[in-house]
């Protein structure tokens, strides 16, 4: 079956089996950060947006995304930017085969929620599983980068 869908912002067309996985469709489509950790909705390393919002990308048959738009790390760079440089200050990137889900969630979260609390970037990326480096590193870059931007007063994100 064909099914197109925005990619990054381009349109894509692809043939594929109807039991075709989201995640093979976006890897096979040059989308390398999309990691497959677990295939049970379980780990949060394939999480792409949808529409804008995440989803998981292993749980997702590829035929669902026809006529939508998905993004993956690699057309949100300048976004990711912002924010990679603190969580890679604290140390919480070591193997760096979560990261790539962590900054698709956190974009997401701060999307919705620009100025959140601890508890509710906590809650937001529970999801999210990381086996190397524990959670508090990865909490403290998100916080220190909030801190940051409140101190520059910076608007265009609302804080
Ligand atoms: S690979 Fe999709 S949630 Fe783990
Ligand atoms: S840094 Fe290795 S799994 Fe998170």
């Known amino acids: 079956m064909e099914i197109k869908l925005t990619l990054n912002g381009r349109p894509v067309t692809g043939s594929i089996d109807p039991d075709?996985?989201?995640?093979d469709f976006l890897r096979d489509h040059g989308c390398l950060s999309v990691k497959r950790g677990c295939d049970t909705s379980n780990c949060g390393l394939c999480t792409v947006l949808m529409d804008g919002k995440p989803i998981l990308?292993?749980?997702?048959?590829?035929?669902?995304?026809?006529?939508?738009?998905?993004?993956t790390l690699e057309g949100l760079q300048e976004e990711a930017a912002d924010f990679v440089g603190f969580i890679a200050d604290q140390g919480a990137d070591q193997c760096g085969f979560c990261n790539?889900?962590?900054v698709m969630n956190?974009?997401?979260?701060?999307?919705?929620?620009?100025?959140?609390?601890?508890?509710?970037?906590?809650?937001f990326l529970a999801g999210n599983l990381c086996r190397c480096s524990g959670y508090?590193?990865?909490?403290?870059?998100?916080r220190s980068y909030l801190d940051s931007r409140r101190e520059k007063g910076d608007s265009?994100?609302?804080a």
Do not use: K, W, Y
């Open 20 to 23: 075709c996985l989201l995640i």
């Open 57 to 71: 990308s292993c749980s997702m048959l590829a035929a669902r995304a026809a006529g939508h738009s998905v993004q």
């Open 100 to 102: 790539p889900g962590l």
């Open 106 to 123: 956190t974009i997401a979260l701060l999307r919705e929620n620009p100025d959140p609390t601890d508890d509710e970037i906590r809650a």
């Open 136 to 142: 508090d590193g990865q909490l403290r870059g998100i």
């Open 156 to 158: 265009r994100h609302g």
